[in-house]
Nanobody, 123 residues
Framework: QVQLVASGGGLVQTGGSLRLSCAVSGRTFSSYAMGWFRQAPGKDPELAAAISWSGAIIYYLDSLKGRFTISRDNAKNTVYLAMHSLKPEDTTTYYC????????????????WGQGTQVIVSS
């Protein structure tokens, strides 16, 4: 059974930076696309960023382009989300997720989610 453990969240001031990490075990990491979702209370989750198995194809939510960078290290079974120029509206819980069966970056193709890591950006 796949396990995803996210870490790196915390409290940061507006304009600050954080780097989230997600360690994956129990399934071949390098064969599947990975994504970072975020979900504010009372709202639907949104796909913040996603990366194909090789890293060649990347997706970002429009509002995050130029500020967030997703990357992966297949040797370490870990996916990262570097977040810069953080804004109060980025405050929420971030979850990493693995594609259920392949390399698609489509939102509906992601299945297993980790436990989430909270990001709080103070104004």
């Amino acid at each position: 059974q796949v396990q995803l453990v996210a870490s790196g969240g915390g409290l940061v001031q507006t304009g600050g930076s954080l780097r989230l990490s997600c360690a994956v075990s129990g399934r071949t990491f390098s064969s599947y696309a990975m994504g970072w979702f975020r979900q504010a209370p009372g709202k639907d989750p949104e796909l913040a960023a996603a990366i194909s198995w090789s890293g060649a194809i990347i997706y970002y939510l429009d509002s995050l382009k130029g500020r967030f960078t997703i990357s992966r290290d297949n040797a370490k079974n870990t996916v990262y989300l570097a977040m810069h120029s953080l804004k109060p509206e980025d405050t929420t819980t971030y979850y990493c997720a693995q594609n259920k069966s392949g390399n698609s970056l489509a939102t509906g193709k992601f299945g297993s989610w980790g436990q989430g890591t909270q990001v709080i950006v103070s104004s």
